[in-house]
Each structure stands twice: as structure tokens, then as C-alpha cells.
């Protein structure tokens, strides 16, 4: 392997690290110190109060780290003062007492208070520090924090199938399955990476989804929260998705006792007045509770909302070889046009296409009137 290969292969596995915290309001971020080809500690952050990835892998060191080099997913932060108000070392600091020789980081802070700093304070300490080594990867996997500290929101992923000719579910409201097991387990695997999963109550009424990950490995082992938009709770008390830590989203009008029931169940309920009950107003009370990135998995008319309201960034659309017909079978847009004219459409960027078995993956990123995507 080459210098090049074998740095990719140690940030690799430094990204995977990072996916073991949920870390929220804090980004993930996962560390590697290695000497030689010999890998002397992992670390990852788990959240405020708990130690940076950088402190985590050196406190942890099976041998001397005085030589060794450090792979991080971000830059190493140059914070005195803790959450609680105590004094704490910076994590740049902790790479020098540690001896630490080289640094590779494979993106810099968006926080002001580090931003380029720490990198400047290793190379003023006399470390060689490289850095945007698999770049994007991390800024993808740092996507919900920076989308909280870019828009105050979650990053909002939309996740639909349908039927070539573009139905949900049939006439009659039979939708499963769309699409065949290999794309549903890749649904799972979209879900692993996922805080929450939101569905409207007109999902819950028709289909009663669970709404969790099942079948594939979820690397935090916890799983995504869900979350239904109900403005006068009508979801049954006996669905599914009743459980506890469920966020349900309501207004003022639900009925008390409906409330209290939900409540009773361990549900988290979140209520606005019915005229602030917009997407906009809600998505930052959701980055509020911890969830960076959600993803949209409701019928037609809450997606519609969301699409309206500008609140999705990136686009999962299965594609099922299948042809259902019929004039009033669900659609995976519904509620007033997005667009009036076909030149006034939302348009995607970043496509890329994917097999499942029979079935095709579209992804791509909306872009909204000349705002590129800042995530
Ligand atoms: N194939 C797929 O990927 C997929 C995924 C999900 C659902 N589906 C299908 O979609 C169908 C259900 O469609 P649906 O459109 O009724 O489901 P939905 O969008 O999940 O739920 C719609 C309901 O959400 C509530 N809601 C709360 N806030 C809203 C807002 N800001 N904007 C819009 N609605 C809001 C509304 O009820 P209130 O006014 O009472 O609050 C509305 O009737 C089912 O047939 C299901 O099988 C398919």
C-alpha cells in the first residue's frame, strides 16, 4: 500500500469510530493513534460531558504514544472551559503532552471557537499536521450538527417508494411491499444512520409501522426515535409506534386526555399553538431534543409540507418495476404543486443511481433557488 492508501485506510476506520457515538449536540468524531502499523488506542465522542475522541484514544493508549500519529474525523478543538465551567485541556494540547508527532484531520471545525485554530496551535507545538484527508466523507457524517449550526434544524432526509407510474400504495390502500428485500433492507440501513423517523398520522392510521431498524447492524446500538405529526391526535393509543420515547407532535386543540394517555405510554409530546404549527417551527424543537438528522418517511402530505417548506436535503427514492393505476391511489407528493410550471420545478443535484435487487435507488440533493447545498 502506499503512504497515501495506508492514511486512507487508518482515517476509514477512524470514520467507523465515530459512528459509535450519537453524540448530539456535539458532532461525531472518531480517532486513530498509530505507530508503526501498530494501532495504540481508538476513540470516539459520545456526547457533552463525555471526553473528546482525541482524549478518549490517548487515555487509552496500550504503549507509549511519543511518535505516533493521530487520526481524527475533526479538527482537534482548542476548548479551556467545559460544559459544567471547569478548566479542561484542549485536545491540541493533549496531542503534544502526549508526544503526538503527526496529526491527520479529515476536516476543520465549523465552531468558532476552533475553527483553524487548533490546527494553527499543533504546527506552532512543531507537529506535521495534514489535513482533508477523506474530507467530504467526514462533512457528510458531521451533516446534522453542521445542519443545526448552519440552519438551527436537522438535516432532513426524504426517503420514499413507489411504483413506476409513482403510487404509494394501491387504490385501496395496500402497500406492501413496494419493493423487494434488498431494497427494504437498505431502508434499514438508511434508518441505522438516522436519529429519528418522522411519519405523519395518516401513515400510522394506514400501515401501523414500527419504524425501527431490524436486520442490519445499528454501530450506536441505539435506535432512531419516531416521530409523528398529529395535530389532533388521531393515532390509535394501540399502534405500534406508541412507545416509549416516541415524539409526537401536536397543537394545542388535541384533546387533553388523548394527551395524557400518549403521555401515560412514555411518548414525549411537543405542542404548538395551531397557527405556529408549521414545518419550519417544528424541525428546530426536534434538533432541540438531540435528533441532527431525521429522516421523512410520511405519505404524500406531510412530504408535501416538508418539500414546501424548503426542509429536506437530500432525496432516497426507490423505484419499483410495478405498475398499480388508478386515478385516486396515493402519490408520494400530495397537497398543493410544489411547481406551476415545469420551469419552476424543484430540481435535484448530486444524483447518483443504485440497484436493489429488481428495484432502483435515486438519491440526490434539492437545490433551492440558487442556495447550494451547505452540508
Ligand atoms: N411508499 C412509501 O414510501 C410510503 C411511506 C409512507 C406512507 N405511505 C403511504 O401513504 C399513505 C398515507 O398518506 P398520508 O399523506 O395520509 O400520510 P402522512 O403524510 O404520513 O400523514 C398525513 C397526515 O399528517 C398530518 N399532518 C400533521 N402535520 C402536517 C403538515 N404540516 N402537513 C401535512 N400533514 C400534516 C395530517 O393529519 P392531521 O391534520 O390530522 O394532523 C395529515 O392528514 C398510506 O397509504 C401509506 O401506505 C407510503
Redesign the pocket.
Known sequence: MTANAVDSEWMRLALRLALKGRPHPNPPVGAVVVKGDVVLARGWHDGPGTPHAEHMALASCIGDAVGATLYVTLEPCCHTIGRDGGQRIPCWQRCVDAGITRVVIACEDIDPRTAGMGIQQLRDSGIHVDVRLLHNKAVYQQRGFRSIQATGRPFVIH????TLDGH??CEG?D?RW?TSEPARKAVHRLRAACDAII?????VI??DPELTVRSVSLPSGRQPRGVV????L?MPLSARIVRPGTVIVTTTAAPKASMTALQDKGCHILTLDVDR???ENILPLLADLGLGIVLL?????????FYRARCVDEVNWFLAPKLVGGGSA?V?L??SPLATRMNGAIELTQMRMHRYGVDVLITGRPVWEGREAEI
Open positions: 426517503k420514499v417508494a413507489t404509494t400504495a390502500g402497500s413496494i411519519v405523519g398520522v395518516g401513515t394506514a400501515d405529526f398529529d395535530r389532533t388521531r404549527y408549521t414545518v418517511e410520511a405519505g404524500g402530505l406531510l412530504t408535501g409540507s396515493p408520494g400530495a397537497g
